[in-house]
């Protein structure tokens, strides 16, 4: 059997390398091999036809956006999004599919938690996966968006500590100490939770109430009910407050009754009490046999030993008075049950 002439071995081979070449192409057409799935933290972020000073513009992507991670070059990542567009994009504005899956659990495990009051957003913030600056982040939030606030937390503040006592009569020196921010889980307009910077957001107090803060700041308000006076039905509230600096060791150190004087048309302080307590406050109603069914809530008050312990009032307008469990007693009705000590005789 006679070999093929060397010019058709030629061909052949040049045939063979052009199918490749032609494949390889094809394939990074399509795509190529997805490295990983990711998600875009910017606001909104152009695409690249390729990394270099001068470059063309491939499409756009925006926040919360799915994106399949292609290939990495520097500090540029080339990505294929949901309509099939590609192009390359800086990593920073790329987060994991882990911190997707975070702040998906956050949004569950808190579906049912109350919510403590309205905010609102003072400018554009992050929704974080946990209290801190430098926690990682997906959704940016805009400036004046309503938020549901549903817990307090604390952080450090990157960077920064309280300056240190001035030594004492012992002449000890003190250590300087970290200085720790306020936090706040929310729940934005979309649903989602996450973590927020407690100085970004002003809780959407109705100003009527908000007025007779007295320079304490409110972390919390309900409406209680509602009293008709005249054409017009007016709102009565519970106001939970706290002293207006972050990272204290309790959400709130004092809760207040408003209640609405149909005489004389104006709220009025039906009760207040201070105590060091811990939120969520928790509002109901519960019907007591002939008063009728009245609104209740409940607060998580702290002990010296940092123990929490439920405290539950009813409101039955213009007062308010605790509603004890059974067998739990009234603290005058303990105190006249302690035997008093025998008065010692004189010699």
Known sequence: MKSLPTFLLR????ALSTAIIVSFVACKHSGGKVLEVAYVSGVEV????????????????K???????????????KVRTATGQTGWMEQRYLVSQQVFDRLQKLTADNANDPVQAQGVTRNDTNLHVEPGRETEHLYQISSGEKLALLKRGTAQKPGVVAAPAKTGASGEKKEATPV??????????HGRVGWVLGRMVDTDVPLEVAQYAEGRRIVAFFVLNQ?????????????VLTEPKDGLPFDF??????TWNVKRHRYETAYRERIEGM??????????????????????????????SECKYKLNTPMVRRVYAPGEEPVHAARQKTPKRKARKRR
């Open 63 to 77: 926040n919360g956006d799915r994106v399949e991670v292609l290939d990495h070059d520097r500090r540029f990542a």
């Open 279 to 308: 939120l969520p406050v928790k509002v109901s109603e519960q019907d007591f046999g002939k008063e009728g069914k009245l609104p209740t809530f409940t607060v998580r008050a702290l002990d010296d030993n940092g123990n929490v």
């Open 253 to 258: 150190n004092q809760f207040r009754v408003f």
């Open 227 to 239: 009293v008709q006076d005249g054409g017009k039905k007016v709102a009565q509230y519970l106001t």
């Open 11 to 14: 061909i052949c081979a040049l």
């Open 46 to 61: 152009n695409l690249r036809n390729r990394v270099a000073a001068a470059y063309e513009k491939a499409g756009q992507v």
């Open 180 to 189: 720790l921010e306020d936090w706040w889980l929310v729940r934005d307009s």
